[in-house]
């Protein structure tokens, strides 16, 4: 599976910072977002587990820090619960713009009752999860409870969360105050699922008690069993994965994995053709032969998105597959032990007075660097013929040979 390092903006500002989960080979059901637990970060135990579970499942997720933790900008002491939904609604407006609108909410503890309330704002949110969630975020204050006095008086101070020091605001509490009441979640009129465990020493089952009571239909409800309240445990993270792509199947329009690269909405193409369509007004592009479906972008640093290869690594990505295969086909053939035959290249330009079997004596050429490697004995001789053969592969001789490229508008 791909995961892709991305950054987006908040409404304040701040680079919020991201990592999107991909299933292999971009074969996406649908994707989701998920929101982790107060004070904790993106790559916390269960986000990071229940995100690569769902990918290998078809679903993509986007997991990222709220503002003024992990590697997002911002500075916690000056964001509430409040913040939280907004940092959710940048997050799904991401993904939206750069890939596509998710379907999916989940949250994880304090992260679970801000899906609640962010999926109520949100019209591409098919369906809401949350897993050892409070039914309220009043129920956060619980953690500083014995220095509110103190937040109110000094209208800041450091308190103890987890064993880590965080600056509190005396605006955080108001605004927990705001949100200490389940009513609003009568108001979501979406399919829910709730994952709690009845041993929860961070969050009481009375809490997914109350949402399940406060929700409309169609609600279910999963016991989590023995699971701890960040499932530590690498089973429980699978187990909620597994049950929530059966249960979003019942309620989300999910991508058949057979035909995954959506190409019922694009033309027909001939063998031999493919398809290039823009993603995005920047440089995200949609690859289509008849049966795949792959990505194409910049890097963010040139004003990409970064959610797949730009250009020139696919032109390195073809001749190495195709170099790989062409050994491969090679050994096979002539019965050579060898095996995890690896090619890797380098693109670069370079003077042509560097060169010295190129034509060209002067400017600049393109030059790529093919190193194979390999596991298995061969001789010097075998190894020789090895290189020879790679020289021989299709995509190589068509970079050799003189092509002519012809335009025409349609």
């Known amino acids: 599976m791909a995961r892709i390092k991305v950054e987006f903006p908040n409404d304040e500002g701040n680079t919020l910072a991201g990592l999107l989960e991909l299933p292999e080979n971009s074969k996406v059901r649908a994707v989701a977002l998920f929101a982790h637990c107060f004070t904790c970060g993106k790559d916390v135990v269960a986000a990071s587990r229940i995100s690569r579970a769902l990918a290998g499942q078809g679903i993509g997720v986007l997991r990222f820090d709220f503002t003024g933790l992990g590697n997002s900008d911002g500075d916690f002491a000056n964001t509430n619960f409040s913040s939280n939904i907004e940092d959710l609604i940048a997050a799904a407006r991401y993904l939206e713009q750069a890939y596509e609108a998710p379907k999916l909410i989940i949250g994880h503890s304090l992260g679970g009752a801000a899906a609640l309330v ?30 509110e006095a103190d937040i109110r008086a000094q209208e800041q101070a450091r308190v103890s969360i987890g064993g880590r020091e965080f600056s509190i ?52 409800f999963i016991s989590l069993d023995s699971a701890d309240h960040l499932l530590s445990k690498p089973e429980d993270s699978q187990y909620v994965a597994l049950t929530l792509v059966a249960w979003a199947s019942r309620y989300l329009t999910l991508k058949d994995t057979a035909s995954a690269a959506v190409t019922a909405d694009l033309p027909a193409l001939d063998a031999g053709q493919v398809l290039i369509t823009e993603k995005d007004a920047k440089f995200l592009r949609g690859l289509y032969t008849n049966d795949h479906q792959l990505l194409a972008d910049e890097p963010q640093s040139v004003g990409g998105t970064n959610l797949g290869p730009n250009p020139y690594d696919l032109l390195l990505m073809s001749l190495g597959a195709c170099t790989s295969m062409t050994l ?29 079997q190129c034509e060209s004596t002067s400017g600049q050429i393109d030059r790529i660097e093919r190193v194979i490697s390999y596991q298995g004995d061969l001789d010097a001789g075998q190894e020789a013929r090895l290189l020879q053969i790679a020289d021989l592969c299709p995509v190589h001789k068509t970079l050799h040979n003189e092509i002519d490229v012809v335009t025409h508008l349609d």
């Open 118 to 147: 962010a999926a109520q704002k949100l019209d591409c949110i098919e369906a809401v999860a949350t897993i050892a969630a409070p039914a309220t975020a009043h129920h956060v204050q619980q953690l500083f409870s014995g220095q």
């Open 169 to 220: 605001k005396s605006q955080l509490l108001d605004d927990l105050e705001h949100w200490n009441s389940p009513d609003h979640i009568a108001r979501l009129r979406k399919p829910l699922i709730i994952f709690h465990s009845p041993v929860d020493r961070i969050v009481d089952i009375n809490e997914a008690a109350a949402i399940f009571q406060a929700a409309k239909h169609p609600k279910s």
């Open 328 to 356: 491969r086909m090679y050994a096979n053939r002539k019965s050579l032990p060898i095996t995890n035959i690896e090619v890797r290249l380098q693109h670069s330009r370079v003077h042509a007075d560097d060169c010295e």
